[in-house]
């Protein structure tokens, strides 16, 4: 069984609380569901919608037609009425603009007690009311969905926003700097709300060049620094990011993609920041880079980028977009955290090339010194990251059909090969780059790029590190601020 829900309406009329009590209440009652959330940069009014696509299997991505809508205001039905299923069926009512009126009726058509949306709404502030609201709708609608029997189960639902957040804690982060930009910014909110129960410290500063200037700073007094940014915010740090490759500083950077240039998609996905976080900042310096796919992983990576920057005195950057950074999926597995030490030294630090004691220099025996220390660092990282898993394999391990690509696409090309003669690796490590892919790719028959960008980065990636070239017919690209839903990419895989 899979089924996809639609539920939408304007801005500040709740189309997402209602979607959040239809999935908890879901995953608890021992189902699958996945998600997602797309919204125009608005306040109020526009067209905000969830998508949420329920099973009694895995499921980690969306469909594109939908099976029932629910439509807050007389615009969602004009929107997504070509987005229908056959025997779709769709809730509205022009004279009702309570979400929890509507709570109730997609509850009833679901065939769902009101006593379990009872429970759920018990979380909310104006319980009463909403109550009164939920059972009125309740009243009218008819059960005409089913579900299938499940048994309950002991299962997280999260985004990678809260994996991020989750990851940072479990390595023993002690301060974290943003300024606000989206998608990055629940990461903020997040930390925020466990400031005296975890004992970190979350500061909002005036902007981003301040954020990381600031991180670099605390975290030369010893301190666990992290900072969270979008692309644009990204730029400003660059300078910044150069400092600590010279200075030996450990910083993380959660960099959560939307689509550019500039503004771009402001409330949108994309992976096109893929390459600037390989070669920002100026010089000749080595920074990690890794691209989670899914919460478990965020946490996962979250603690391997601290590992390495502590141990290594680099710059570290976990990759994510919008689409994994506020997507919901629903896991019953515990993360692998990697432990580590805080190992900074409260020395002299210095921007330009320096001595052993900090102090600035021109010699050129210490700068070659200090070069070839850095070069090093790369061969002593390249070779310990083979200790984590730098890529998975998925479908088919025998297949000569790959599928190449990394982060939030992971989810839809899961369920998109079922049943196909497919081979998926998900490349985890961007930087450095897992070089035994290769071995996997050598008698490959085709080999086929998944990404959520115009230019197919990781290609060109891969064609660098490997000389393994992807042809141009084989790259299927969306690059329209969404994200791939499993027919359509089923579809295209295929073809």
Do not use: W
Request: glycine share 8%; proline share 4%.
């Amino acid at each position: 069984m899979r089924k996809t829900i639609l539920i939408g309406g304007k801005a500040g009329q709740g189309p997402n609380i209602l979607a959040i009590l239809l999935s908890e209440s879901l995953v608890k009652k021992g189902l699958n569901v996945f998600c997602s959330r797309e919204y125009e940069s608005l306040i109020r009014g526009g067209h905000n919608y969830n998508l949420l696509t329920i099973s009694d299997e895995q499921v980690l991505s969306n469909d594109s037609k939908i099976d029932i809508l629910v439509a807050l205001d007389e615009n969602t039905v004009s929107l997504h009425k070509k987005e229908l299923a056959k025997k779709s069926i769709t809730i509205a009512d022009k004279k009702e603009t309570e979400n929890m009126y509507f709570a109730g009726r997609l509850f009833k058509c679901l065939g769902l007690p009101l006593e379990i949306l009872q429970d759920e709404l018990k979380k909310l502030k104006n319980f009463d009311n909403n109550l009164k609201n939920a059972t009125r709708g309740y009243k009218v609608e008819k059960s005409r969905s089913s579900l299938p029997e499940t048994r309950p189960k002991q299962a997280s639902f999260t985004n990678g926003n809260q994996g991020i957040a989750d990851g940072a804690i479990k390595s023993g982060i002690d301060i974290y700097y943003a300024y606000p930009m989206t998608p990055a910014t629940a990461v903020m909110s997040e930390l925020a709300a466990k400031e005296k129960e975890k004992n970190i410290l979350v500061m909002e500063l005036e902007n981003e060049i301040a954020v990381i200037v600031a991180a670099v700073g605390s975290a030369i007094t010893g301190a666990k620094s992290m900072i969270g940014t979008s692309g644009g915010g990204f730029d400003l740090m660059t300078e910044a990011l150069s400092l600590a490759g010279q200075a030996e500083v450990p910083v993380v950077c959660y960099l959560s993609q939307r689509p550019g240039p500039s503004t771009g998609l402001a409330t949108e996905t994309g992976q096109g920041d893929v390459q600037m976080a390989r070669y920002a900042g100026h010089g000749e310096f080595f920074r990690l880079v890794v691209a989670p796919g899914d919460p478990l992983e965020a946490q996962e990576l979250t603690s391997q980028s601290f590992y390495f920057t502590q141990k290594y005195k680099i710059p570290a950057i976990i990759l994510s977009d919008k689409h994994l950074s506020e997507s919901l999926y629903t896991s019953s597995q515990e993360p692998i955290i990697t432990p580590s030490k805080k190992s900074t030294e409260l020395i002299r630090y210095n921007s330009y090339e320096h001595n052993d004691s900090g102090e600035a220099t021109e010699s050129i025996e210490q700068i070659k010194k200090n070069i070839e220390s850095r070069l090093k660092k790369i061969e002593q990282i390249t070779k310990e990251s083979e200790n984590f898993p730098m890529y998975k394999i998925y479908g088919n391990k025998n297949s000569k059909n790959i599928i190449l690509s990394h982060g939030s696409t992971k989810g839809s090309i899961l369920d998109a090969i079922r049943g196909l003669d497919m081979k998926f690796i998900q490349v985890l490590y961007i930087e450095p780059f897992p070089k035994k892919i290769t071995d996997e790719l050598r008698n490959a028959k085709k080999i086929i790029l998944v990404e959520n960008n115009a230019t197919g980065m990781l290609a060109d990636i891969l064609a660098e590190k490997t000389g393994i070239m992807i042809e141009q017919k084989n790259k299927i690209l969306r690059y329209d601020g969404r994200p791939f839903t499993v027919d359509e990419l089923e579809e295209k895989i295929k073809s």
